[in-house]
Structures are given as C-alpha cells and as structure tokens.
C-alpha cells in the first residue's frame, strides 16, 4: 500500500479503530437503547422486539463477515489480477480503507433484508403474497442496488445482488412461516 496524501498515514489508522471500536460497542449501544425503551412497550411489543433486535445483530456481523471472508478475497483479487502488464497495483491506503468500509457496511445493511421483510409483513403494509409477485422486480432491484454499492465491476455487483435476492427470498419465507393466520387464511399483524 501506499500513501499519496500529507495525512493519510495519520488519519487511516485513527479512522479504522474509530469504526472497529463502533462496531465491537454496538450490542452495548443498542441495549441502552433498549433498556431507554422497554419500559414503556407492552409485553406483547417486548416479546415480539427482543428476537428481532438480537437477529438483526447477528445479520448485521453475518453480512460484514460474508464481505471479509468471500467477498473481498475475490473482488480484490479480480482488482490486482486485471492490472495492465508494466502497472505496479499499488492501491491508496486511505482509497483502500474507504472502499472496505464501504462494503462492510454496504453487506451489513443488506443481510437486514429479512428482517425488513418480516416488519412489511407484520405491519400489514404488504402479505407474502404480493412479494412474491414482485419477486422479478426485486430481482433487477438487487442488481441495480449492487451496481450503485459496490465497486465497478460485474463480479461485487453480482457478489451483493445475489445475497440480496436470497435474503429477500428467506424473508419471504420467515414472514410466511411466522406471520400469524386469521381463520379465512389472510395474514394478521402479531398481538
């Protein structure tokens, strides 16, 4: 790596431990949050908030651990593997820094869309049923948000688009399987 800026050297290292420390605090963060807020949710609210927060937690590091572990070994690889012969790939720290967080929290965000899905379908804003038929719509979406997040190439936006569809699928699924029926089989909100 190199440094093409006056501060970058500096400033790169304070920038990751600033996020690394965010994000090794956030579990603590949102249980304040939740014990500012319980008290006043009846016990149905709590019952139904406590799996959703902790899940959206583990979705959240789930989605930044799939960038670290499969998606950055096979973007950056593509990356320093496409370089013209005679160019010596030599990426920005602060660049390189700024790219990673990116996409840490471009795949963190995403791996939440189950959990949107299930909040859609028990606010009654929307039933499974007509998620799955917007399932192709969805589908070109997940390309078009993976184009706009990720890096210009074919390979991230596929490696984003991909998960992104099948989280919608499984969210699909969840809302399904946990979504109350009422007795004509349409879908309720949970008491």
């Known amino acids: 790596m190199i440094a093409t800026q006056v501060t970058s050297t500096f400033f790169a290292p304070f920038k990751l431990t600033l996020v690394a420390a965010l994000l090794i605090a956030m579990p603590y963060i949102l249980f304040q949050i939740w014990s500012f807020i319980a008290p006043g949710l009846y016990k149905h609210e709590k019952r139904f908030a406590i799996p959703l927060l902790a899940s959206s937690v583990v979705l959240f590091y789930a ?90 190439d074919v390979l991230s936006q596929t490696l984003m688009a991909i998960p992104m569809w099948l989280l919608f699928e499984a969210g699909i699924l969840a809302s399904h399987l946990i979504t109350p029926r009422s007795r004509n089989g349409a879908e309720t909100a949970p008491e």
Do not use: H
Not at 99 to 119: N, V
């Open 63 to 152: 989605g930044m651990a799939f960038a670290y572990y499969v998606a950055f070994p096979l973007i950056f690889g593509f990356f320093s593997q496409s370089a013209p012969e005679g160019v010596a790939y030599t990426p920005d720290i602060s660049n390189f820094l700024d790219m990673a967080l990116k996409m840490l929290f471009a795949f963190g965000f995403i791996f939440e869309i189950p959990i949107a899905t299930l909040l859609l379908v028990w606010s009654g804003f929307i039933t499974t049923d007509a998620l799955r038929q917007k399932r192709p719509y969805v589908i070109v979406g997940c390309f078009i948000v993976g184009a706009l997040l990720s890096p210009p």
